[in-house]
């Protein structure tokens, strides 16, 4: 008999059906027990009479929650349960007995107990199989679909570069090194450079999407040293102004999706509102966002970036200025950019680029790029970056390239802001930082 989804139940009451799932709960009442069966699309209640069957009885006494089973039984009407029906077992088969008890607790909308972040992490398989972090990768699945999706509607060709680089792509040395047969080579940091190939080749639009390292000792909710990030190159461009629309149609495009088919899960289950921003998102220059930051009280240790603090405040000041959760942050020092990025022309020490802040933590880092040989070289040497290190990335201006600019955004930190997570480690699906590789490193 083919398995049938709870979802799709609905259509065959009073027939036999066959359904496969997990245990969610076990309410044994002496003569009769109660399991309530998940799966990916629900849950339905089945139950087990004593009557004449004690064999079937006791082999589902002894099942345990988050056991595997395979249920065929009649799906009957049952107008005391929210389904409104139930499955009386005729036959149980259990593919996988789970342990008792569980090492966590699997966390639901209604529990407020919680287990220890990084001892979910541990058993991360388990951790996943809640209705909130469930949502959470379906969530993630489509956001993901649909940045792609915009982009392939637009033109852009999806480019895959190389995770093993011969050079630093940002130029520092926040780089894994790694052993290339018997070379040095480093994990790439960013796909920047072979975005950059991409509008040298003539391909003038590309994205790609990947994973990204960064050998950064940072202990935060925001950071992670392996995480996925969606790169995007356009060529041909006046200004990094270009871009800033460009993304601007591509986040809106995505929380439409979203919001069309998780909406109301998402504000059900993590009581968020998924609002579709209607306007241009407002541009603040990082000089306007200090003398905001000053009379609201919030002090700056560096006038060319921003803290934690002062992100989550100037967000909020800029959203009841505006009504808008997004912000770009402009005209940052160039001193205190990529390389790579272009001075503005009319202002050297600014870089022609934007942060995009959304809900108080930058979620992008964009420009317009330098295209130009001999610039290049020197923003490199002002960084002290020798050409010869960066040799064969120079090697992409030699022959001709366009204007270009582009940005890149962190996948996790994006879904983290969208659905109100704590910690990006929730919206990973299995997060390396400097203390965990796949699990907690030199536990106690």
């Given at each position: 008999?083919?398995?049938?989804?709870?979802?799709?139940?609905?259509?065959?009451?009073?027939?036999?059906?066959?359904?496969?799932?997990?245990?969610?709960?076990?309410?044994?009442?002496?003569?009769?027990?109660?399991?309530?069966?998940?799966?990916?699309?629900?849950?339905?209640?089945?139950?087990?009479?004593?009557?004449?069957?004690?064999?079937?009885?006791?082999?589902?006494?002894?099942?345990?929650?988050?056991?595997?089973?395979?249920?065929?039984?009649?799906?009957?009407?049952?107008?005391?349960?929210?389904?409104?029906?139930?499955?009386e077992i005729n036959e149980i088969k259990v593919d996988s007995?789970?342990?008792?008890?569980?090492?966590?607790?699997?966390?639901?909308?209604?529990?407020?107990?919680?287990?220890?972040?990084?001892?979910?992490?541990d058993y991360r398989w388990i951790d996943l199989r809640s209705?909130?972090?469930?949502?959470?990768?379906?969530?993630?699945?489509?956001?993901?679909?649909?940045?792609?999706?915009?982009?392939?509607?637009?033109?852009?060709?999806e480019i895959q570069g190389p995770r093993i680089i011969s050079?630093?792509?940002?130029?520092?040395?926040?780089?894994?090194?790694?052993?290339?047969?018997?070379?040095?080579?480093?994990?790439?940091?960013?796909?920047?450079?072979?975005?950059?190939?991409?509008?040298?080749?003539?391909?003038?639009?590309?994205?790609?999407?990947?994973?990204?390292?960064?050998?950064?000792?940072?202990?935060?909710?925001?950071?992670?040293?392996?995480?996925?990030?969606?790169?995007?190159?356009?060529?041909?461009?006046?200004?990094?102004?270009?871009?800033?629309?460009?993304?601007?149609?591509?986040?809106?495009?995505?929380?439409?999706?979203?919001?069309?088919?998780?909406?109301?899960?998402?504000?059900?289950?993590?009581?968020?509102?998924?609002?579709?921003?209607?306007?241009?998102?407002?541009?603040?220059?990082?000089?306007?966002?200090?003398?905001?930051?000053?009379?609201?009280?919030?002090?700056?240790?560096?006038?060319?970036?921003?803290?934690?603090?002062?992100?989550?405040?100037?967000?909020?000041?800029?959203?009841?200025?505006?009504?808008?959760?997004?912000?770009?942050?402009?005209?940052?020092?160039?001193?205190?950019?990529?390389?790579?990025?272009?001075?503005?022309?009319?202002?050297?020490?600014?870089?022609?680029?934007?942060?995009?802040?959304?809900?108080?933590?930058?979620?992008?880092?964009?420009?317009?790029?330098?295209?130009?040989?001999?610039?290049?070289?020197?923003?490199?040497?002002?960084?002290?970056?020798?050409?010869?290190?960066?040799?064969?990335?120079?090697?992409?201006?030699?022959?001709?390239?366009?204007?270009?600019?582009?940005?890149?955004?962190?996948?996790?930190?994006?879904?983290?802001?969208?659905?109100?997570?704590?910690?990006?480690?929730?919206?990973?699906?299995?997060?390396?930082?400097?203390?965990?590789?796949?699990?907690?490193?030199?536990?106690?």
């Open positions: 008999m083919k398995r049938l989804l709870v979802s799709e139940l609905k259509d065959h009451i009073g027939e036999e059906v066959r359904v496969r799932g997990v245990v969610d709960t076990v309410r044994d009442q002496g003569k009769i027990i109660f399991l309530i069966v998940r799966d990916k699309s629900g849950k339905v209640q089945t139950l087990v009479w004593g009557g004449e069957d004690k064999t079937l009885l006791e082999k589902v006494k002894r099942i345990t929650s988050e056991s595997v089973v395979d249920i065929t039984g009649k799906l009957k009407e049952a107008k005391q349960v929210e389904q409104g029906f139930e499955i007995l789970a342990q008792s008890p569980l090492p966590i607790v699997i966390e639901e909308e209604h529990h407020d107990n919680t287990t220890a972040l990084d001892r979910r992490l209705k909130k972090n469930s949502l959470m990768m379906s969530v993630a699945t489509l956001m993901t679909a649909k940045l792609r999706e915009y982009c392939l509607v637009n033109d852009l060709i050079a630093a792509s940002e130029g520092g040395a926040n780089v894994f090194e790694v052993k290339y047969f018997d070379k040095k080579a480093y994990l790439a940091q960013s796909p920047q450079f072979h975005k950059q190939m991409g509008i040298a080749a003539g391909l003038e639009r590309v994205f790609n999407v990947g994973p990204v390292f960064r050998a950064e000792k940072s202990f935060t909710t925001r950071h992670l040293t392996e995480y996925t990030s969606f790169d995007v190159e356009i060529g041909y461009i006046d200004s990094y102004e270009d871009i800033c629309e460009f993304e601007e149609g591509m986040l809106r495009y995505m929380l439409e999706a979203v919001k069309e088919k998780y909406g109301e899960e998402i504000k059900k289950i993590f009581d968020i509102e998924i609002k579709i921003p209607k306007d241009s998102f407002p541009r603040i220059t990082v000089k306007d966002a200090k003398e905001k930051l000053a009379k609201a009280g919030i002090k700056s240790k560096d006038e060319g970036d921003f803290s934690p603090e002062e992100e989550r405040k100037i967000s909020e000041i800029v959203e009841k200025e505006t009504g808008s959760e997004f912000l770009f942050m402009i005209d940052y020092p160039h001193k205190q950019r990529a390389f790579y990025h272009m001075k503005n022309p009319n202002n050297p020490e600014l870089a022609l680029g934007f942060d995009l802040f959304w809900k108080g933590i930058e979620i992008t880092t964009g420009a317009q790029r330098e295209h130009r040989l001999e610039n290049i070289i020197e923003n490199a040497k002002e960084r002290d970056i020798t050409e010869e290190s960066l040799k064969d990335y120079f090697d992409y201006f030699r022959y001709g390239c366009p204007p270009h600019g582009g940005f890149a955004i962190g996948t996790e930190r994006l879904l983290m802001k969208m659905l109100g997570y704590g910690s990006i480690l929730e919206t990973t699906y299995l997060p390396n930082t400097p203390n965990r590789l796949g699990k907690l490193i030199n536990k106690n």
